[in-house]
């Protein structure tokens, strides 16, 4: 389905600045991290070399919604989380300032200001998935209406432990007109598809997100059978969004065929099918990968991820990554899929963490 030989390769976008100190004091599942990333340690490093990370993920999104919007202007680019990436950060500001010549003078109105939203990566987007907003510590309310007047669709995924918090975490999601996946696991498990009927259900024709008032995230196949039989429950739901893999079992890819018989509801009416495309970890399961590749070669792949065997970690803005990524995300569109979700779009804080910034 996907060649990596012939995927669009996305260009680098590399921004870097200010100084740092790493902090090596962050656990032993960060270790093979810090060992092959050659800017951190405990030395002091030059300005130039300090990313400004959060920047780097923009890039990337942006990059990948005007592929698509050029092949299809409704293809749909949901970020998860991403609210942090909606507007300029303080570490952001800092940085900016840290990089900007002593003896340069510029006006007041050229600095970007702290808090501004982000007006090229939200247009590049069409909503944000948030984690626990309501079973676990949410965004406030205001802060999410503010980027809802902007146009930035609110989704969440919940994680809540029971079945009763879920169903709360629902209700409370309607009430404050998020799109809401709730489940009783307390990780990104994904591996059941509910008995009980969407909350808010319909008949109506799902066009864009916007339209959407439930959505179901099922991108794990193989507790639900065979292929057909994993096809077969999803598509026997009313949900108005549903998420799913590309591939049956992580390395299986469905076809036209099979992404085409999930858009429709039991109902008859017409819904959104998305794709689940983590950009900032691999998979030793995935087309991509090669049976020689470990930690630290190639160099981008810089940890393991500490639950989840075979993912690893890697420098999401590396140019190799992203032409994977891109060639990932072109099949995507081959397939069918009505948009995709971005999964792990606040790995940036990871780095983050290991290069806190050390004023001098």
């Avoid at 990370?53 to 923009?58: I, K, L």
């Avoid at 998860?80 to 003078?105: H, N």
């Avoid at 006006?107 to 247009?123: E, H, K, N, S, Y």
């Avoid at 995230?217 to 292929?227: D, F, I, K, L, Y």
Wanted: hydrophobic letters at 40%; charged letters at 25%; aromatic letters at 8%.
């Amino acid at each position: 389905m996907m060649n990596t030989k012939n995927g669009r390769r996305l260009g680098l976008a590399l921004a870097v600045t200010m100084t740092f100190t790493a902090n090596t004091a962050l656990g032993q599942q960060d270790d093979d991290l810090l060992l092959t990333n050659p800017i951190m340690g405990d030395e002091m490093v030059p300005l130039s070399r300090v990313p400004n990370y959060r920047n780097q993920m923009r890039d990337i999104i942006q990059e990948l919604s005007d592929y698509a919007r050029k092949r299809d202007p409704s293809f749909a680019i949901v970020a998860r989380p991403g609210f942090e990436l909606l507007r300029w950060d303080q570490r952001e500001f800092i940085l900016a300032e840290a990089k900007r010549p002593q003896d340069m003078m510029i006006p007041d109105d050229a600095i970007v200001p702290l808090g501004l939203p982000m007006r090229r990566f939200i247009q590049a987007i069409d909503g944000i998935a948030l984690s626990d907003q309501f079973c676990g510590k949410g965004v406030p309310l205001p802060r999410l209406q503010r980027f809802q007047a902007m146009g930035v669709a609110m989704m969440s995924i919940e994680h809540c432990g029971t079945d009763a918090a879920a169903f709360g975490a629902l209700e409370q999601a309607q009430q404050s007109l998020i799109i809401s996946h709730a489940d009783a696991d307390r990780s990104d498990v994904f591996d059941r598809i509910p008995i009980r009927r969407p909350i808010d259900e319909n008949a109506d024709n799902i066009e864009t997100i916007d339209d959407a008032r439930n959505m179901l995230v099922a991108t794990q196949s193989r507790p639900n059978g065979s292929r057909d039989d994993w096809l077969l429950s999803i598509a026997s739901t009313n949900y108005d969004v549903v998420i799913i893999d590309a591939f049956y079992n992580g390395n299986e890819p469905l076809t036209e065929d099979d992404v085409h018989s999930l858009k429709f509801k039991e109902l008859g009416a017409q819904r959104l099918v998305l794709a689940w495309l983590d950009i900032t970890h691999a998979g030793d399961d995935r087309f991509y990968w090669e049976p020689e590749w470990e930690v630290g070669s190639p160099s981008w792949i810089v940890g393991r991820h500490p639950d989840r065997m075979g993912t690893f970690a890697i420098e999401y803005w590396h140019p190799r990554w992203k032409s994977i990524i891109g060639t990932y995300f072109k099949g995507l569109m081959d397939l069918g899929f009505d948009g995709v979700l971005l999964n792990g779009t606040d790995t940036y804080l990871r780095f983050e963490a290991m290069t806190p910034l050390d004023p001098l």
